[in-house]
């Protein structure tokens, strides 16, 4: 499961210490968060966590708030840590879509164990599908859905929007587009792609600002912070 990223969440600096060792010492790249409002601003700018440990009580914003403002957005795996064992806690947890609940004191062992648990049936789960920014593609299903709602795609702008999200970040000249989105038996015009992305971005409303225009180039997936 080497080098997932894991945001770690707790107003405790020795229990984040403890986790994030344990955590790097099985190949796992953390990321630290010392209060709620921190956790969130940290998530959003980064965007690429495979996990979050989230603690309970927390000054600022406790790990429930944590959680509600995430789920708007993602299913991101959550595991959280409580001093408490009170089984209307757990239960807000699970209601709230968290995936793994925790007492404190527990085993750093047991801890990772249950990280590597939880990515695995994850990563088994959502196999073919890609998230990101409220959209998801569902490669198996060739379905995509935005915010929730359905949205009716070509299949060459289905391989486009999945060619996009798969390079996130990443600057794309019309000519990679073409050779790897229609081939490279393809002998159209490049100005197919700028046809395509004009629906594209149609079709998929404000979350059409995602495809930047490279002007003189191309393109550029990119979620906004």
């Known amino acids: 499961m080497g080098q997932c990223k894991i945001l770690v ?17 099985s190949d796992y790249d953390v990321i630290e968060a010392e209060d709620g409002e921190a956790a969130v ?6 965007n690429d966590f495979a ?4 603690d309970v009580m927390m000054p600022k914003m406790d790990g429930w ?12 795996p959550i595991i ?29 062992k047991i801890l990772v164990a249950r990280v590597d648990a939880v990515l695995r049936r994850t990563l088994q789960k959502e196999e ?11 490669r198996t299903a060739h379905q995509v859905t935005i915010d929730g709602e359905a949205v009716e795609l070509s299949v060459k702008e289905f391989e486009l929007l999945t060619y996009f999200i798969t390079n996130k970040g990443v600057a794309l000249s019309r000519e990679k587009i073409l050779n790897n989105v229609w081939n490279y038996d393809y002998f159209g015009d490049a100005r197919t792609i700028d046809t395509h992305v004009k629906k594209l971005r149609s079709k998929m409303g404000a979350k059409g600002d995602y495809i930047k225009t490279i002007w003189g180039m191309g393109y550029k997936f990119e979620v906004d912070a």
Do not use: H, N, W
Request: charged share 35%.
């Open 80 to 108: 959280m840590l409580t001093a408490k064992s009170d089984e209307r806690d757990e239960l807000m947890g699970f209601e709230l879509g968290v995936d793994e609940y925790i007492s404190k004191p527990f085993s750093p």
């Open 128 to 138: 073919g599908c890609l998230e990101v920014g409220g959209i998801v593609v569902d």
């Open 51 to 54: 996990l979050i440990i989230l």
């Open 41 to 46: 601003d940290i998530f959003f700018k980064q």
């Open 65 to 76: 708030q944590v959680c509600r403002e995430i789920r708007q957005y993602s299913k991101v």
């Open 9 to 25: 969440v707790d107003d405790e600096s020795r229990m984040r210490k403890l986790v994030r060792d344990f955590l790097v010492k």
